[in-house]
Each structure stands twice: as C-alpha cells, then as structure tokens.
C-alpha cells in the first residue's frame, strides 16, 4: 500500500509456501517480470474456461485492458507485491471477450466448476488451498431473491463443493455502495451460516469505510483498498489502484500463510464446512483482524506479525539484533 502512515511492514519471504491461491479472474499475465527484471510470479499453475479457449486467449496472458488478473494475482502473492510470497499461483482464466453480463456471469459458473473439479482431484491439497474472485454479477441482487435464481442456485452447488472439502472462498464485497450501500451481487449476497462466503471491504490507511466499499450484514472482513500497489501486465510497470477487488486477494494471501503452520491457528479437528467457519471465524479475532480506526466497529485484517518479530526486523524504531558472527 502506498502510504506515508503505513511503514516498516514486517512480513516473511516464505509466507505460504506449500499453499495454492486460485485465482478465478481475466488472467494473471503470469509470465511478467517485475522492474529488477525478475518474475512476480514463480510457482505456476493455470487453466482457462472453455470460452476462454474458443475466443483464442492465451492462458498465460491477462485480458483486462486495466490489468485487473495481474494486479489482483500480483496482490495476492507476487514475489514483490503479494501477500503470501511463497504460495503457488493458479490461474483460472475467464474471457474478457465477452460483452453481455449473463455470457459473463456464465463463464464465471464454467470456471467455478473447473476448480472445484481441479481440486477435487488432488485431496492432498484440500488443506492447502484458497480460492478469491473480485468479480460480481446480476446488481440489485440479494440473499432472498437468489433463493430462487437459476444462476445463483448453480454457483451454490460449487461452493458447496468446495466447502465440504474444506477450501475457503474469497470475494470482495463490491465498489456500488452509492447505489446500494450493501452487498448486491453474486456470488457474494449467498453468504450465510451453510454458505460461509468471505466477503472483504475496503479500508483507507485511517481505517475508515471509502464511498464505494460495500458493507452490510453480509460482509465479513475488510482489508487495505485504497492506493494498493500491484503488477500491471505489463514488464516493470506498477499499478497503483483502488476498490474491493484489491482488498480479498490480501486477504486470500492472508489465510494462505496461515494454511502452511502446523498446526493451522484455528485448530487441526475442523473439516468440511466446518473448517471453512473456524477460518472465517479465526480471522475475526485478535489474533488476525483489528479495529484499525478507534470508535469503529470495522475490523481490518492484519499479517499476524507480532511486536516481536517487528523487534528482530528492526522496524517500528526497533533495533535488530546482531547477526551471528561469520564463521571462520
């Protein structure tokens, strides 16, 4: 996050390692290199919609004319700009070919499906894995009206899918809160105590609730929205953006990290559905979210880093301890 209040952030290099973030967007652009020349992405993985595939884009390249894959991805778990620097990337690709918003929302059912049936192939990834998506579909929508949806009916019946296996499911909680001040889109409005979405806000560096961050009962978390740095798609090109879509993949790269301690913070018994709630409910305590803005009751996710560990890094006017000599 670009930001002068926002110094010597405390984080670890390996942060994920083991872990799987599929990220269900425009592309991830992943072979792009960061200004030094290296890579932003270096553990790889990805597949593309059928319809993806019919329009001939290519799997390894983002179709957003604004970099939305790359910079989501990038945010997630860059090499330079990611939260979970360690993790492995899994790109699922919709087309950005098509203009009608039900074609569209279609194709995000198509790659829903994809991943559910990807993981449902390796189990030893169950554990290991969290899927985030910062798109929504069909506005003025809401938990009582997708009872009954054709469209959101489908998407449960992969979200379930994936919650019986015990993988979390990450999505932003939408920029139209000048429209509807609540959550209004799918998949997000199915959250609920069998559906146990994530739903992330935004925050400014205050910690305070920008104009277009959706809020509501439905919304679980909020992270960093506002001046969030990311990889364009672009070879050695920063982007600097704003919105929801910037605040789930940190908290996806967020759970991420925590999926590779042994044991996982929220406890080793959980399975299922169950696992999925004790995440959901782990990152609401203490331990991982705070309330950034005093008198607020908006509570901002947080790496995990303790005072120690700002300690042994020297930040926050904290002096490091020596290095161990050399050898001899």
């Not at 072979?31 to 059928?50: C, L, P, S, W, Y």
């Not at 390894?60 to 360690?86: F, T, W």
């Not at 499911?169 to 979405?197: M, Q, R, W, Y």
Request: glycine fraction near 8%; include cysteine; proline fraction near 5%.
């Amino acid at each position: 996050m670009k930001d002068d209040k926002l110094k010597d952030f405390v984080y670890n290099e390996n942060a994920g390692a083991g872990t799987y973030i599929y990220v269900i967007d425009t592309g991830a652009a992943y072979t792009v290199r960061i200004n030094d020349g290296n890579h932003e992405f270096e553990k790889i993985e990805a597949f593309q919609t059928a319809h993806s595939k019919d329009h001939g884009e290519k799997e390894n390249e983002d179709g957003s004319d604004i970099s939305h894959g790359a910079m989501v991805s990038s945010q997630a778990l860059g090499r330079k700009y990611g939260v979970a620097k360690a993790a492995t990337l899994v790109s699922v690709k919709m087309t950005s070919k098509f203009k009608n918003l039900d074609a569209k929302m279609a194709d995000f059912i198509l790659a829903l499906e994809a991943v559910t049936t990807h993981l449902e192939s390796r189990p030893e990834s169950y554990a290991k894995s969290v899927v985030t998506c910062s798109h929504g579909w069909k506005i003025g929508m809401d938990h009582k009206k997708a009872e009954t949806d054709p469209a959101a009916i489908q998407m449960r019946v992969y979200l379930d899918r994936l919650f019986e296996m015990g993988v979390p499911f990450i999505s932003s909680s939408g920029n139209l809160a000048h429209l509807f001040k609540t959550i209004d889109k799918l998949p997000k409005v199915l959250e609920d105590p069998d559906t146990p979405i994530i739903n992330v806000g935004a925050v400014d560096a205050d910690g305070s609730t920008p104009i277009f961050s959706q809020t509501g009962p439905q919304l679980t978390i909020s992270a960093p929205g506002v001046g969030i740095a990311g990889q364009q798609k672009e070879d050695g090109k920063e982007g600097i953006e704003q919105g929801t879509s910037h605040s789930a993949p940190l908290v996806a790269g967020v759970i991420a990290a925590y999926l590779n301690y042994e044991p996982p913070p929220w406890g080793e018994s959980y399975t299922g559905k169950e696992r999925v709630q004790a995440i959901k409910d782990y990152i609401l305590t203490d331990k991982s979210s705070w309330i950034r803005k005093a008198g607020s009751d908006i509570r901002v996710i947080r790496n995990g880093a303790t005072e120690e560990d700002h300690k042994n890094a020297g930040a926050n006017q904290f002096s490091a301890p020596a290095p161990d000599p050399a050898p001899f």
